[in-house]
């Protein structure tokens, strides 16, 4: 505890540790969640015969509380082969639904993006970006393993951009205190919002919900796993400083340098410790630790030093005191494994070759990771 008083057992640590960890993290760093609002949702256009045959394509319309949020179009793949209700990997992307798949039955996304023509022509996307990311989300790999996806643009919910306009930090609750959320905070609200909608959407196994981001959205995978107890398997990829790299880090990037660069992705109290991580109260370590004793598997890769793999490997031997507490099994290597060698224990770890991406070769480290802790899907 903050006043040096121990945690020696599971009671304390959920009713007095994990609280107070959760209020430095927002108050120091992320900045603070604002209430959960009403989500209603909206089928707007089904197909059975998804994938050839093997899926069923699902694109759902959320609205977050007020009239002025932004909607979150929520693209849904599910395995039609399923005995019962599937597990699902649910995340952001980075450029749209339409750019994962070439089905031109997949809308254009209409919040703000980054980017340059001809994908983008004035924040806005056009038809040149569509299908351009369908070696990311490998949904034909994921749907033959049994496996349901939901994922939405990220910018549906708060565009990456400092000053953005619409986002939730505008409509939902705008930012005024030095504490109050920044983007990566918004777009973890954001998945809780969603996470809403997929307990009850009879298609999902609301038992088996696994969030999945990569770089700055693995950053908010990670918080929001670590905030929200239904989700059931946390893969935060390459998430790096913020995310699954410790802030009193020497390797990759730094506090300040993150702070500077991306000014909206964390609150301002953050920033007061850029030549000072060495104050914080707590580092990423405590985050992973949040989540005990519900599995998290970090993913690197070799040539990515940017995001500090080393380092977050030394994040997971920190918080597996805390897995071992719950009498899990915690971390199982005490040293960060060769490559392409899935550590496969409680908290998961592996490092493939290559540079920072998310690929074919990490969703089969997801997916077998997966199938370690809940089972293979059942199939019919």
């Known amino acids: 505890m903050m006043d040096g008083k121990p945690v020696a057992t599971p009671e304390k640590w959920l009713k007095e540790r994990r609280p107070e960890l959760k209020s430095l993290f927002q108050h120091y760093m992320y900045g603070w969640f604002p209430a959960p609002v009403t989500v ?50 649910m995340g952001m992307n980075f450029s749209g639904n339409h750019t994962l798949v070439t089905d031109t039955n997949i809308p254009l996304a209409t919040s703000w993006m980054g980017g340059r023509p001809p994908n983008i022509v004035n924040n806005r996307a056009t ?43 505008e409509t939902i609750h705008p930012a005024s205190a030095t504490d109050d959320w920044g983007t990566v905070a918004a777009w973890a609200w954001g998945m809780q919002r969603v996470v809403d909608y997929l307990v009850t959407d009879k298609d999902v196994d609301k038992t088996h919900i696994a969030e999945v981001g990569h770089s700055r959205l693995g950053k908010a995978t990670m918080l929001a796993g670590a905030f929200d107890d239904r989700v059931a398997l946390v893969i935060p990829l390459q998430a ?35 030549t000072q991580t060495d104050l914080l109260p707590m580092d990423q370590n ?32 920190s918080a597996d005191k805390v897995y071992r507490l719950f009498g899990a099994e915690g971390l199982s290597a005490q040293t960060m494994p060769e490559t392409n060698k899935l550590v496969d224990s409680t908290l998961g770890f592996f490092i493939r070759p290559g540079k920072h991406s998310m690929t074919k070769l990490d969703w089969q480290y997801f997916m077998d990771f997966a199938d370690k802790h809940w089972g293979k899907p059942r199939t019919e």
């Not at 630790?289 to 080393?310: F, I, K, Y």
Request: with cysteine; aromatic share 10%; hydrophobic share 40%.
């Open 286 to 317: 405590c985050l992973i630790a949040l989540c005990a004793p519900r599995p998290v598997l970090l993913g690197a890769a070799v040539e990515d030093t940017w995001a500090n793999p080393a380092g977050a490997f030394d994040m997971l031997k």
């Open 40 to 89: 209603t949702s909206e089928v707007t256009y089904t197909d059975a015969h998804f994938l050839n045959g093997q899926a069923t394509l699902k694109l759902v319309t959320l609205k977050l509380g007020a009239a002025r949020a932004p909607e979150t179009h929520l693209m849904m793949v599910i395995p039609n082969h399923r005995a019962g209700p599937a597990p699902v990997f």
């Open 127 to 169: 038809d040149a970006s569509r299908g351009t990311q369908t070696n990311v989300w490998v949904f034909d790999q994921i749907i033959q393993r049994g496996y349901a996806v939901a994922t939405y643009y990220c910018g549906d919910i708060e565009p990456d951009t400092t000053n953005a306009v619409g986002g939730v930090r």
């Open 240 to 274: 790096g400083c913020g995310g699954t790299a410790p802030s009193r880090g020497t390797v990759g990037e730094s506090v300040q340098r993150i702070n500077t660069s991306f000014p909206h992705w964390f609150d301002g109290e953050f920033k007061k410790f850029n």
